[in-house]
């Protein structure tokens, strides 16, 4: 399809105007393609899985407990979300929210996640026969579905919302 121009100028920005619109075209469909990888790319799930599962406890805390750690009562600085038990050693309830809550960068990432207090602090606040059966599942192996991901993400997305509403009107 060929278009008159009224001189050089004219076509110059014709054929810049063109081009961004192809470049935005462009990037739209990488854009989109990419979404569809990641919605069904179990890595890229996982993680995601994974950071909201953290905000969300941290959130929980915040409201719960203030802003501190649960090892060290620690209350300033950025929070991680802290696992009571590791998710290498206990991939079945990585996403278990009752054995992750806020924790201190210092705590959890410089101080090996202070297995002692941490673990204090579980039994304190749900006993020793739950803290025990948390334990009891180290080497238990879990294969998450591409569909559990995307649901629970799904779940969490609004359970994040609602707290961040819930601290905004505090």
């Known amino acids: ?40 790319d179990k890595t890229v799930l996982k993680k995601n899985t994974q950071i909201l599962v953290n905000k969300y406890s941290r959130l929980r805390d915040q409201i719960e ?19 009571f038990l590791p998710t290498s050693g206990y991939s079945s309830i990585r996403y278990n929210t009752n054995q992750i809550f806020q924790q201190c960068k210092r705590c959890n990432r410089f101080n090996g996640g202070m297995p002692k207090q941490y673990r204090e602090f579980m039994i304190a606040r749900y006993g020793l026969e739950y803290v025990e059966k948390l334990e009891a599942t180290k080497g238990e192996l879990r294969k998450y579905s591409v569909d559990f991901y995307t649901r629970l993400i799904k779940i969490l997305r609004v359970k994040i919302r609602k707290l961040e509403l819930k601290i905004k009107r505090i």
């Open 65 to 83: 407990r203030g802003y501190n750690c649960c090892t060290c009562g620690h209350t300033e600085g950025q929070m991680d979300g802290g696992h």
């Open 1 to 40: 399809m060929s278009h008159m121009v009224c001189g050089y100028e004219c076509s110059l920005k014709y054929g810049a105007k063109s081009l961004n619109k192809k470049a935005k075209e462009k990037k739209t469909k990488n854009r989109v393609a990419l979404k569809q990888f990641n919605n069904s």
